[in-house]
Every structure is written in structure tokens, then in C-alpha cells.
């Protein structure tokens, strides 16, 4: 027995190290640069908490994140979101977008402008169907057809839930049927043994 429980404890042991070298190995291969770049591109000013839990996975097992790489690919990936393609994109996918992080430019104001546009024009059917609440405000003159457009896709995809969970309470009946056939036919054999049970037990009788 305590032979048994030392080579549990090896084992153990064994998985530690071997868990620790693979962390170790994939933290020594991370590009911190890119990693932040990743960061400040998604409109992000601070590390998140996935970059966090990142870094602290990685010291954990005595490799230090760059944190100066890491601060200079952030500050690359801001500039790279405060590009007017990158307002127009998040407005196309009807997204928000983080004007104070680029000094609330004129420009950037537009070219989202331009992107909402576009996704309130061609997008609210989608929108409905995937039932995405809307971060942006439709132009005056496309409200009324996005919302329309919005309600059919809602529509659509509420029906669709009814169906399935019309085609589970039938599927669930039918379980049911079956389970009642079952317990019938199992009544009925377990009449059938207790009749020849006692019919034994008189001819033991006898």
C-alpha cells in the first residue's frame, strides 16, 4: 500500500513538471509586441483580462513577459484602431466606437457615420435573426426600414425556437408512448409469471 501511494505521488509529481515545461515552453515562444498590438487594434488602452491572466501564467513559471514589447505594441495597435477605416468597420458591423481614445476626431465621427449607414440599410433582417441589440443609432430616414427588417428577423427566428421545441415535446411524447408500451408488456409478463408461479405451487401441492 505505501508502495502504491509513492507511485501516485510520482505520477503526480511527473504531471506537475511536465504541465510546468509545457506552459514554460509556450510562454518563452509568445510575441508580447504582437500581443499588444491585438490589444490596443480591438480599442483597448489597458491590458484585458485575458492578457493578465497571461502574464501571470507565464511568471508562474519564471518567464517574464516583455512588458516593454507588449506596451509598444499596444501603443502601434491604438494607432492602428484610430484609423478612419477601422470607424467605418465597427459602424458597418454595427458596433460602437471609441472616439475618446483618438481625441474625438471629426473624421473618424464620419467615416462610422458612413459604416452605420451601411450596416442600418442592409442589416437589420441579420440583426433580427441573431438578436443583436443595436449599439448604434440608424439614420432618421433608415429607422423605419431597419426596424422593420429587425422585427421580421426576430420574427423568423422566435417561430423557428416554437418549432423546435415543438418537434422536442413531440419527440418527448413519443418517448413516453413508448415507456407506457413497455411498462404494459412488462405487466403483462409479470401476470403471466405469477399465473405459472401458482400454478406451480398447486401442483406442489397436490
Not at 474625438?104 to 452605420?116: F, P
Not at 430616414?141 to 418549432?163: A, D, H, K
Request: glycine fraction near 8%; charged fraction near 25%.
Amino acid at each position: 500500500m505505501k508502495n502504491f501511494k509513492l507511485l501516485i505521488a510520482a505520477l503526480s509529481l511527473t504531471g506537475c513538471v511536465s504541465s510546468y515545461k509545457q506552459t514554460q515552453q509556450q510562454c518563452s515562444v509568445i510575441d508580447w509586441k504582437r500581443l499588444g498590438f491585438e490589444t490596443g487594434q480591438a480599442g483597448q488602452v489597458s491590458p484585458t483580462t485575458a492578457n493578465k491572466q497571461q502574464f501571470g501564467e507565464c511568471q508562474e513559471v519564471d518567464v517574464k513577459p516583455n512588458f516593454p514589447a507588449y506596451s509598444a505594441g499596444l501603443k502601434e495597435g491604438l494607432r492602428s484602431y484610430c484609423q478612419p477605416q477601422m470607424a467605418e468597420s465597427a459602424g458597418a458591423r454595427g458596433s460602437d466606437f471609441d472616439f475618446g481614445l483618438c481625441g474625438n476626431s471629426t473624421e473618424l465621427q464620419k467615416s462610422h457615420a458612413v459604416g452605420v449607414t451601411q450596416y442600418c440599410r442592409s442589416s437589420g433582417y441579420v440583426a433580427g435573426l441573431q438578436g443583436k441589440s443595436l449599439e448604434v443609432s440608424c439614420p432618421t430616414e433608415l429607422i423605419t426600414t431597419f426596424n422593420s427588417e429587425y422585427q421580421r428577423g426576430r420574427t423568423e427566428t422566435l417561430l423557428n425556437r416554437v418549432n423546435s421545441l415543438d418537434n422536442q415535446l413531440l419527440a418527448l411524447r413519443r418517448q413516453m408512448t413508448d415507456i407506457e408500451r413497455i411498462n404494459k408488456d412488462l405487466e403483462r409478463k409479470n401476470r403471466d409469471l405469477q399465473s405459472k408461479l401458482e400454478d406451480t405451487e398447486r401442483k406442489l401441492r397436490k
